[in-house]
């Protein structure tokens, strides 16, 4: 009789914490309706993921001639400082999230003598410098990387790991030719590859063959290939292509383009020109019959350069804008804007005379009367200089 009650008992106490239970699901259920979070079929609570919103900052050629190192070389110390070349822009590529640039020099080291011209090296500090900056990654093949032959490369990959910026392009073994660079920005994964046609004819020893990314449409599509395995919410990829001192892209570049846009790259940023080369935005038609957006800039001039000849000073700091969907987890192309720069020389003074100018922050300053670096001679080239970007690189683009 005892045992009987006790059941009874214990069954009805199972019944009570039931009640319990099932009644604070129904208030956590209702408290989650009204705050917009979400369940499961089982009433667990799901909070929303919220979208990611990144902004991805492009710099084109970082290059260094013999008057620029020059002018950035310290007596008393027997070292070089380039920071100052950057002060008037430095904002806009710390406040990226991530930004990018085109390394065209090598760090071969001093003992290799510092050249300029037609074999490239430069002091290492432009590389802390580029770091302090703002720089996260650079791409390095293109056909200077191999100035210095193979040891050059691999030093300059070296001199980029010991500061820390990223690098895609060139490679010091065949392991880290197949280690696809990525890089999580704030939740989205970006994959980074990066190609060029040439090496200026400096072979690429074959025991090394690995050490440059040439373009090849084999070897293009076995690096998407690698990169998409690692499922990256985009890949961008840096083209160094075309031809120089061309304002305009050719066809083996738009088909170029093609072929890396149809078998899943993003972004594309193009260099080698050494001047601007316009941008567009591009909606590719996918197997399944789905579209995506995408884009390319054919080249981005030169950022750095001591270059003189027409249309070498002027570029731009590339915005591109990104969101990844809480909903969806699919990550898409916001918007493509800009930055008109100069690469200003002054004639004044003996050292620090480059400098990366903001045109238009420059040009509002001196009609206010409150610019004490350019005169009225600067002020009129860059207004012609600010022309000439306008009408290559078009309007800004909403996608």
Known sequence: MKNKILIVILIILLIIIGFLVYDKNVKNVQQTSASGN???????????KEDIHIKMSVIGDIMCHNTQYNDAYISSS???????VFEDVKDYISSADIAIGNLETTFAGKSRGYSSYPTFNTPEELATNLKDFGIDVVSTANNHCMDKNYSGLVSTLNVLDDVGIAHTGTYSSKEAQDTILVKDV?????????????TNGIPIPSANSYS???????LILNQIKLAKELKPDLI???????IEYQTKQNSTQEDLANLLFENGVDVILGSHPHVLQPMEKRTITLEDGSTKDCFVIYSLGNFMSGQTKANTKNSVVLNLTFTKSGETGKTTIDSASYIPI???????????KYLVMDIEKNMKSFEEGTNKLINQSTYSTLKTELNKIKTTMGDFIEF
């Open 38 to 48: 979400s369940e499961n079929i089982d009433g667990v609570v799901e909070v929303a």
């Open 186 to 198: 704030n939740g989205i994964k970006i994959a980074f590859l990066s190609f060029t046609y040439g």
């Open 236 to 242: 961008c990829a840096s083209m160094h292509w075309g």
């Open 342 to 352: 100069y690469m200003y020389k002054s004639s004044s003074g003996s050292v620090r």
């Open 212 to 218: 440059v990314n040439l373009i090849d449409n084999d």
């Open 78 to 84: 027997g070292s070089y400082d380039f920071s100052y």
